[in-house]
C-alpha cells in the first residue's frame, strides 16, 4: 500500500482519526514483509512503539504536536540513533551503541517523526551499490538482480518499497542521489552546511551532506524544513537562507535552465540519455529557458573527488583503532598489535583502499604532486559553476550515465565502479544544492533528472523540482 502524502498523514493524526501507533505498526508490518530486499539491518521497533503511544497520548491530552507527528521513517545506519546499534554497515562498528543521537534525528523526533530502522548502505559509504557492506547487499525493488544504487541504497529502496513515507541518507558525492535515479524515487543533497552533520559517521569532512529521500518533492519539503539549519554541535552548519521551506515558488516559466554539457557527452546509455532529453523539451515547452552550459572541469571532477575524498577518509578513520569503540581484536598481545589486528579484521575492502589512496596522497613528496594539485582543480571547479550560474538560475542533467547495473557487475573492478559517480561528485566538491526527480523509466528501470541550484537557494531549487515532478 502507498503511503498518503505526509502532510494529510500528519492531518489525521492531529484530528485524531489515525493513531501514531497505527502508522508505526503499518510500517513495520511492511518492513518484515518485504524483508527479501534487504533493505534494513535493524529494526528499532520497541523505541519506535514507546515513542507513538506517548505521542498518542499527547493528542488524547489536546496538546499540540508536531509537523511531522506520527510519521514513520529509517535513518540509514550511520545516523547515531537510540533503539539499535549503529554500525555504518561496517564490522568495526558491530556492537556501538550511540551515547547520543544525531542531531538530525533529534529534531525530527521533536516534529513527532519516529523512527522505524536503520537502513543498509555501503560500509561508512565508500561506494554507489550497497555491495560494500559487511553485511548484506539491498536489491534493486524494480529488478531485484540489480543494486539499488548507494551508498543509501537501503533508504532509496525503503522508500520506493512503501516501508515507510521518508528515508535520510548521507551524500558525500552522490548517495542519495544516484539511489534515487536508481529506486526511482526523490533523492535530495542539500548546500553544505545547511543541516547539521552532528551525530552522523563522518565519511569525507569537507563534501558530507545529510540526504533526504522520498516519494514527492512536498513530502521531502516537510522534512527539510523541520532539519535544516545552524546547530551549535556542527560548526560548519550555516543559517537557513528561508524561514520556510514549504511554501515552494513551484513554476518553470521564465526560467533560465542550463543543461550541462559535460554530462551528455559520450558515455550517457541511450536510454538514459531519451528521457532526459524528454524531460528538457518538457520544460521547454512549459516556459523555461533551456541553454546549453559548460562546465569545462567537469572531466577532472571524479580524478579530484578520489583524491581529496580518500584524504579525507584516511584521516577520519583513523578513530577506529579498537579502543574506542565496540569492536576490539580479542587476540592481541599489546596495545599496537591491537591497533592493527582490529583495524585488519574490523575493516572491509573499500574502506582499506580509500585509507590507503587517502594516505598515499597525503604524504610527504605526495602532497604536492596529488592533495594540492586536487585542491586546485576543486577551486576551478568552484569558479566554473558560479560562472555558469551568472548564465542561469539552474542547471539541470542525468544523475547518473546507467540505470541501475546487475549485482555483481561492477565489483571486481573498483576503477568502473568510480566511473559511475561522474555525474554527482562535482557538486559535492563545489557544495551546491542538488534533487533528483524521477524521469520516466529505461528498460523498464528508473531514470532520475538531476537539478542544481547556487549555495543556499534550497527553495528555489525544491520549487523548480515541484514544478518539474509535475510537468514529468
Ligand atoms: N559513490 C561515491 C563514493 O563511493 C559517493 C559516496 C557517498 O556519497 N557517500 O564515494
Not at 12 to 32: D, F, H, N, P, Q
Not at 70 to 81: M, R, S, W, Y
Not at 236 to 260: C, E
Not at 415 to 441: K, N, R
Request: charged share 20%.
Amino acid at each position: 500500500m502507498v503511503w498518503p502524502a505526509i502532510a494529510d498523514i500528519v492531518a489525521k493524526v492531529r484530528a485524531g482519526e489515525l493513531t501514531a501507533s497505527e502508522l508505526v505498526e503499518r510500517a513495520l508490518a511492511a518492513i518484515a514483509e518485504k524483508s527479501d530486499y534487504q533493505a534494513v539491518i535493524a529494526i528499532t521497533s520497541e523505541r519506535a512503539r514507546a515513542r507513538a503511544a506517548a505521542i498518542d497520548a499527547a493528542i488524547k491530552n489536546g496538546e499540540t504536536v508536531g509537523p511531522l507527528a506520527g510519521v514513520p521513517f529509517i535513518a540509514k545506519d550511520n545516523f547515531l540513533a537510540f533503539g539499535a546499534e549503529t554500525t555504518a554497515a561496517s564490522n568495526i562498528l558491530k556492537g556501538f551503541n550511540a551515547p547520543y543521537q544525531a542531531t538530525a534525528i533529534n529534531r525530527l523526533e521533536e516534529a513527532g517523526a519516529i523512527c522505524v530502522a536503520k537502513a543498509n548502505l555501503d560500509a561508512f559509504g565508500h561506494g554507489g551499490s550497497t555491495e560494500n557492506s559487511d553485511f548484506m547487499i539491498t536489491k534493486n525493488p524494480h529488478d531485484i538482480t540489480r543494486v539499488p544504487g548507494g551508498s543509501s541504497g537501503g533508504s532509496a529502496a525503503a522508500v520506493a518499497l512503501d516501508m515507510v513515507p521518508f528515508a535520510l541518507g548521507t551524500d558525500t558525492g552522490g548517495s542519495s542521489r544516484q539511489p534515487a535515479s536508481f529506486s526511482g524515487v526523490v533523492g535530495f543533497k542539500p548546500t553544505y552546511g545547511l543541516i547539521s552533520r552532528s551525530g552522523v559517521v563522518a565519511m569525507a569532512s569537507s563534501t558530507d551532506t545529510i540526504g533526504t529521500l522520498t516519494r514527492t518533492v512536498d513530502d521531502l519539503a516537510v522534512v527539510v524544513d523541520v532539519m535544516a539549519g545552524k546547530d551549535p554541535l556542527d560548526g560548519t552548519t550555516i543559517d537557513r537562507d528561508v524561514i520556510s521551506y514549504t511554501d515552494l515558488p513551484a513554476d518553470v516559466t521564465g526560467k533560465k535552465i542550463g543543461v550541462i554539457k559535460e554530462f551528455m557527452a559520450e558515455g550517457v546509455e541511450p536510454g538514459v540519455r531519451a528521457q532526459i532529453e524528454k524531460a528538457v523539451e518538457t520544460l521547454k515547452a512549459a516556459g523555461a529557458d533551456v541553454v546549453e552550459v559548460s562546465i569545462p572541469s567537469i572531466p577532472l571532477a571524479l580524478a579530484v573527488y578520489y583524491i581529496v575524498v580518500p584524504a579525507e577518509i584516511s584521516s577520519n578513520l583513523s578513530r577506529y583503532d579498537g579502543q574506542r569503540y565496540a569492536y576490539s581484536t580479542p587476540d592481541a598481545e599489546n596495545l599496537e598489535e591491537s591497533y592493527t589486528k582490529t583495524r585488519a579484521s574490523g575493516f572491509g575492502a573499500e574502506a582499506k583502499r580509500r585509507i590507503m589512496v587517502g594516505t598515499y596522497v597525503l604524504s610527504s613528496g605526495y602532497y604536492d604532486a596529488y592533495y594540492r594539485k586536487a585542491q586546485t582543480v576543486r577551486t576551478k571547479l568552484i569558479n566554473e559553476f558560479a560562472e555558469a550560474f551568472q548564465q542561469v538560475d539552474f542547471l539541470v542533467g542525468p544523475t547518473a550515465p546507467t540505470t541501475a547495473f546487475k549485482i555483481g557487475q561492477n565489483t571486481d573492478d573498483p576503477l568502473h565502479m568510480y566511473l559511475a559517480d561522474i555525474m554527482t561528485v562535482a557538486q559535492s566538491l563545489v557544495g551546491i544544492p542538488a534533487i533528483v526527480v524521477p524521469a520516466g523509466m529505461s528498460d523498464g528501470l528508473p531514470v532520475g533528472l538531476q537539478i542544481m541550484a547556487p549555495a543556499r537557494q534550497d527553495r528555489q531549487l525544491l520549487g523548480i523540482a515541484k514544478a518539474t515532478e509535475k510537468l514529468l
